[in-house]
Nanobody, 122 residues
Framework: QVQLVESGGGLVQAGGSLRLSCAAS????????MGWFRQAPGKEREFVAA????????YYADSVKGRFTICRDNAENTVSLQMNSLKPGETAVYYC???????????????WGQGTQVTVSS
């Protein structure tokens, strides 16, 4: 089992920034491809970003490219998502997820956090 705990959500004005963090425990963190997803009210969950086991490769949804940055620290068992230039339409619950092995832009993950709310006001 892998336990994932997100933090860093909150209320921000449009154009502002937030940094989400996800702390992992339970298994060897470096064996897991990590991703961030979000789900807005009444909408399907969508992929936001992912990062490879070593952190050398990152993947982004087209809608966040150039504004969001994912990174990981395998020594600290954490993955972060820096979000800049946030838009009101990005209000959602943001979830951290772990997938054993490689993952690319897969949406098939093994473990999920409980989510953290991000609200972007206009």
């Amino acid at each position: 089992q892998v336990q994932l705990v997100e933090s860093g959500g909150g209320l921000v004005q449009a154009g502002g920034s937030l940094r989400l963090s996800c702390a992992a425990s339970g298994r060897t963190f470096s064996y897991y491809h990590m991703g961030w997803f979000r789900q807005a009210p009444g909408k399907e969950r969508e992929f936001v970003a992912a990062i490879s086991l070593s952190g050398s490769t990152t993947y982004y949804a087209d809608s966040v490219k150039g504004r969001f940055t994912i990174c990981r620290d395998n020594a600290e068992n954490t993955v972060s998502l820096q979000m800049n230039s946030l838009k009101p339409g990005e209000t959602a619950v943001y979830y951290c997820a772990a997938k054993h092995g490689s993952g690319g832009m897969s949406q098939d993950y093994d473990y999920w956090g409980q989510g953290t709310q991000v609200t972007v006001s206009s």
